[in-house]
């Protein structure tokens, strides 16, 4: 599409107008400077934010803009000394591990029956799943919390992992169950003449096939998880329990006036996410945009 | 589909639906559903008390100070809707555009413009509240240093200010969104019909307004109804930023910010209210429905089909 796209623009600009040449080179000249503007107003705060990690505080106030001595790691020296940061991080990455396991063997377990069986009442429940898809669950919070506590589960990770699968579950059904559909039917049914299992086609034969989608839903879902503050905001108290999002405003609050550790705090807690995301820029977007582009 | 021993099948098949639809019904809809129960009564703390009918939904729409308070925040959430339709929206359009051509480049504003996407809420609040200080903030220091210090102010420390504040910040950390998704659907425009325009027209404004906007009337549905009820939604940023109080004043005051502390209470009025909360959970909720449904159908309505 793109480069379909990239050909038609190139001829527009060799012989397609060719009486209004210049009004095309004005034209995208002047595109061209909206998006190296916008670029800059993208980066800038970002790169303000990890210089400043490297400053100390009086560096901060009197030049914001220059570029620091990297070498000088003390403010990073005192999150890892002073602060639960490490605690929260590891906390992230098991609340966000966890959920995303939940959500896409469940995800796949109901995409894979709806997708494949012809049954009774499969179109309602694939509308039951999509339901959730609307609905904002901010607003059910009071619930939730009474949930939680009749649970047992308030001040306890498995309360964040619970609610994190189920808003998982509606979007990763969604997609699994529309690429699952579009496979081919043949090997499936050569296994079953060879007298395979249900269970057994399924493992061996198809879920190699899905993986595609897996890694597609799996973006879409593990960015919200990831940053999600409101959820731990009602359901963790206590500071050893705590996620990225949440025990930043714990930092945030006990260093106020440190600058050099609060722009540190926020470059670390930026830099998993950040990082990842370079690398896989194309799956990124493809993923997190894949709800709304059809 | 070939009919196989028929209750392995259906075994194998309940097997399979019901722990994802179990998840679904207790942590999504059972709390839904209960939302609009709990509106009904009174509470004392966790307690539920008296069946109390309508009272609640009384008390914050028609009793002072509720009333007030509700206006406020309803009246800011209209405001961050409006602006955002214009800031993300509409740049997101514009911006989608200029991508949309491949220039030289291209590929890196792309990755640009996508990447605060990505970032947490929480660190887009937090960094902007440093940038917005009035004394150390580089936007403060950038101003004086370049001659128009008189420009400089307490950004967020100001009623006239503080909101514009919040929504720029949003608008930088969530344009690359509707500009990706409107990129999408540009890039499904057939090449025919483009070079069919080209034939017809040399200006771009008519280009623009009579072939590109109609055709990524579909993206352009889903960005406008997202944009609405995330920003009747709208939580974190104003309470990094701006506190749960929604200071100064309440000029910042939204929606979410007021129904999370009638809920659970807050630092200055102690007192938390499950009834009322759950009342303006649902007037919140009701509203959002209508309104993106009557807005989705509208949109959908001017689609074209390809």
Redesign the interface.
């Known amino acids: ?2 480069t ?6 190139r001829k ?1 600009m060799t012989y ?2 060719r ?2 040449m210049l ?1 095309s080179l004005g ?2 000249g002047l ?2 400077i ?3 503007a ?2 800059i ?3 800038a ?2 790169v ?2 990890v210089f400043s990690a490297f400053k100390t505080t009086p560096q ?2 009197q030049a ?2 220059s570029i620091p001595d990297f070498t000088q790691v003390g403010n990073f020296i005192k999150i890892w000394n002073e602060t639960n940061f490490l605690r929260y991080l590891l906390n992230s990455f098991f609340v966000t591990g966890a959920s995303m396991v ?1 959500i896409l063997t ?2 796949t ?2 995409a ?3 997708g ?4 009774t009442g499969s179109s309602f ?1 694939l509308m ?2 999509l ?2 898809l ?11 919390f ?2 939680m ?1 009749d649970l047992g589960i308030l001040n306890n990770q498995l309360s964040l992992i ?2 994190y ?3 998982g ?2 979007t990763t ?1 969604f997609i699994m169950t529309g690429f699952i559909r579009s496979l081919p ?1 043949e090997l499936e ?1 050569a296994a ?1 003449m060879d007298g395979a299992s ?2 057994r086609i399924m493992w061996a034969i198809m879920l190699p096939l899905v993986r595609p989608a897996m890694v597609i839903a799996g973006i879409q879902n593990v ?1 919200p998880i ?2 999600d ?2 959820f731990p905001l ?1 359901f963790i108290q206590n500071d050893n329990l705590k996620t ?3 025990g ?2 714990t930092f ?1 609050g006990e260093y106020t006036t440190d ?1 050099g550790v ?2 540190s705090g ?1 470059t670390l ?2 830099a998993p ?2 990082i990842i ?2 690398v896989l ?1 194309k799956q ?2 493809a993923g ?2 894949s709800g ?3 | 589909m070939p009919k196989l021993r028929m209750t392995g099948r259906g075994l194998w098949i309940t097997l399979l639906i019901v722990p994802p639809m179990a998840f679904v019904a207790l942590f999504i809809v059972y709390p839904i559903l209960l939302a609009f129960a709990y509106a009904f009564f009174d509470w004392q703390g966790l307690r539920r008390g008296d069946f109390v009918w309508l009272e609640n939904f009384h008390t914050v729409l028609f009793v002072e100070p509720y009333r007030s308070w509700t206006l406020n925040a309803f009246k800011n959430n209209v405001i961050v809707f409006f602006a955002l339709m214009v800031l993300q929206n509409g740049l997101g359009f514009l911006l989608a555009y200029a991508l949309w051509r491949e220039m030289p480049g291209a590929r890196f504003h792309r990755i640009a413009v996508f990447l605060p996407v990505v970032l947490s809420t929480i660190i887009v609040a937090y960094l902007f509240k440093l940038f917005y200080h009035p004394l150390f903030g580089v936007i403060n220091i950038s101003l004086r240093s370049i001659g128009m210090g008189w420009l400089a102010q307490p950004w967020l420390g100001q009623g006239n200010t503080a909101l514009w504040g919040l929504i720029a910040a949003q608008a930088w950390h969530m344009v690359g969104f509707p500009t990706l998704v409107f990129l999408a659907g540009m890039q499904r425009i057939p090449g025919e019909i483009l070079d069919a325009v080209r034939m017809e027209t040399e200006s771009e404004w008519v280009k623009i307004t009579k072939i590109v906007w109609p055709l990524v009337a579909p993206s352009a549905t889903i960005v406008f109804t997202l944009l609405f009820v995330g920003a009747f939604n709208w939580f974190e940023l104003p309470y990094i930023m701006a506190g749960l109080d929604g200071s100064p004043f309440g000029s910042t005051d939204v929606l979410g910010l007021y129904f999370y502390r009638t809920a659970f209470g807050n630092v200055s009025a102690g007192q938390q209210d499950f009834g009322l909360g759950s009342a303006l959970a649902v007037l919140i909720f009701i509203f959002i429905a209508i309104f993106a449904t009557t807005l989705t159908i509208r949109l959908r309505r001017r689609e074209i089909q390809l």
């Open positions: 599409m793109s379909a796209s990239a050909t038609a623009s527009a397609g107008d009486p209004g009004a034209r995208d595109l061209q909206i998006l190296i916008n670029t107003i993208m980066l705060p970002i303000i934010m901060i106030f914001p803009f939940l469940l995800g377990m109901a894979y029956a709806i494949r069986y012809a049954f429940i039951f799943f339901a959730g609307t609905l904002p669950l901010k607003l059910a919070i009071i619930p939730l009474m949930l506590r619970f609610v699968t189920a808003m579950l509606p059904v039917n049914d079953r249900e269970a960015v990831w940053n503050f409101f009602v990225l999002p949440q930043l405003t945030m600058w609060l722009f926020l807690s930026a996410i950040v995301y370079i820029s990124f977007i997190m945009t709304a582009v059809k």
